[in-house]
Nanobody
Framework: QVQLVESGGGLVQTGGSLRLSCEAS????????IAWFRQAPGKEREFVAA????????SYADSVKDRFTISRDNAKDTVYLQMHSLKPEDTAVYSC?????????????????????WGQGTQVTVSS
């Protein structure tokens, strides 16, 4: 079973930037699609971004497109989420997630039930 640990969250002003990291241990991330989700207080968890196991395909929620960038460094077993132009509505706990099977084709990357391993999350707070 993989363990996922997020880091890089914090308090930032509107318009600022943060880079989140998701480091895996227990197994490699090679072959696994990895996604970021977020959950704000009183709201359901929502999809943010995903990167395919090859790194060649990325997907984003409309609300973060053109502001966030997901990337991966397989040598470090780490996935990143670079966030720019942050808004107060981006405030949430950000978690990364991985399926338990590798090389899944036609994966529903935006669905929470596509992922079985989750990190504890890192808090991002954007002040207005």
């Amino acid at each position: 079973q993989v363990q996922l640990v997020e880091s890089g969250g914090g308090l930032v002003q509107t318009g600022g930037s943060l880079r989140l990291s998701c480091e895996a241990s227990g197994r490699t991330i090679i072959g696994y699609t990895i996604a970021w989700f977020r959950q704000a207080p009183g709201k359901e968890r929502e999809f943010v971004a995903a990167i395919s196991w090859s790194g060649g395909r990325t997907s984003y929620a409309d609300s973060v497109k053109d502001r966030f960038t997901i990337s991966r460094d397989n040598a470090k077993d780490t996935v990143y989420l670079q966030m720019h132009s942050l808004k107060p509505e981006d405030t949430a706990v950000y978690s990364c997630a991985s399926p338990n099977r590798a090389y899944i084709r036609n994966m529903a990357t935006m669905m929470t039930n596509s992922y079985q391993s989750w990190g504890q999350g890192t808090q991002v707070t954007v002040s207005s």
